[in-house]
């Protein structure tokens, strides 16, 4: 095994015992000659960032690219591992203590509005939909509370949508996301023309999200949903290899 690069990726974490064991799945499925480990910022106290660095680290890799498994650079959380890591120097979380770390660290950007999102959002709406112009459509993101971070998110859902405007005939697509909270309002909008309504949510793994807040935000409403999120879609895997690849380009031109 190769040396040069270890490879961390970080996901937020979760409760749910089987979305946990699909994110490991995918990050195992990589292929890639270099050492490879996932960390959780939230809900596990043994896979951290501070063990998958040291791990990394006493292999004795020369680098560590990090790849957050994230949809958007508007995730605040994105602030708060960069903190950890060094790459930022302050956080609103003053709890957040920084990592003791002896080797380079080569950060990588989420998803964002790489063409893989796109692919797995369209599988979702083909899974869904029968007849695009007698449908409405609704994008459910994470969003933020903090304004710069949600112009982020703001500007992927667009973009998002208008993809989707020049593959669909959607009688409309509107986009809402759970901070600020809009969804329930902006699909009660969207119902008012008498077209069905499709919701698809653009989150990362099952769990608290689209098994409890998202369809509760969404009850009593009359909407196609499947709760279908972005892993365990081979293409996630797909991703994270690309990004590896795309990474190590960069350092060696540099």
Known sequence: MKKDYGVLVIAHGTKNNQAKILIENTVQAVQTPFPKTIAYLEFDKEQTISSGISLLENIGVNKIIIIPLFVSSGSTHLNEIKYMLGLDHSTNHPEIQ?????????????????????????EQINMLSSNSSEENLLLIAHGSEQA??????????????????????????????????????????????????????????????????????????????NG???????????????????????EEER
């Open 98 to 122: 920084q990592i003791s770390i002896n080797t380079p660290i080569l950060w990588c950007s989420p998803m964002d509005d790489d063409p893989i999102l796109f692919k797995l959002i369209f």
């Open 148 to 225: 710069y971070n949600n112009h982020i998110w703001k500007q992927l859902l667009e973009k998002l949508k208008q993809k989707i405007e020049h593959h669909y005939s959607f009688s409309a697509i509107s986009y809402a996301t759970l901070h600020p909270d809009n969804v329930t309002f902006v699909a009660k909008r969207l119902l008012r023309n008498g077209k069905k309504l499709i919701a698809i949510p653009l989150v990362i793994s099952q769990g608290y999200l689209t098994e409890k807040k998202i369809p509760s935000k969404l009850d009593g409403l009359d909407v196609m949903w």
């Open 228 to 250: 279908q999120t972005l892993i365990p879609h081979p293409l996630m895997t797909s991703w994270l290899e690309a990004k590896i690849s795309e990474r190590i380009v960069q």
